[in-house]
């Protein structure tokens, strides 16, 4: 198997992980660049061969479903996402309370 076709299946492991398609679009592109910058570093420094430095770099980034679960916890974590429904829900209520208060005013 080839590096490009080694990239892109830890790519899509990773990426199946996240949910939003603008966040997996970024993430696939950052993820690129630092498996490519690190898979030169390590041939021109430490004088690996290309297909080892490519393997290296995959390799130190751990493994793919965890790094994606990571990412996308880091992103949208739990107690944000609650954060976002309970303000959701708080005006609501207040809306409710401002309709009910000029439906009863307007009588």
Known sequence: MSSDERIARFLHEVCRQLYWPPYRARVRRELTDHILSRAEYLQNERGYLPEEAVDEAIK????????????????????????????????????????????????
Not at 68 to 84: D, N
């Open 60 to 107: 130190s980034l751990g493994e793919p479903r965890d790094l994606g679960r990571s990412l996308r916890h880091a992103r949208f974590p739990a107690r944000y996402l609650f954060c976002i429904l309970f303000t959701g829900l708080v005006w609501a209520a207040i809306a409710a309370c401002l309709v009910y208060l000029f439906m009863h005013l307007a009588l």
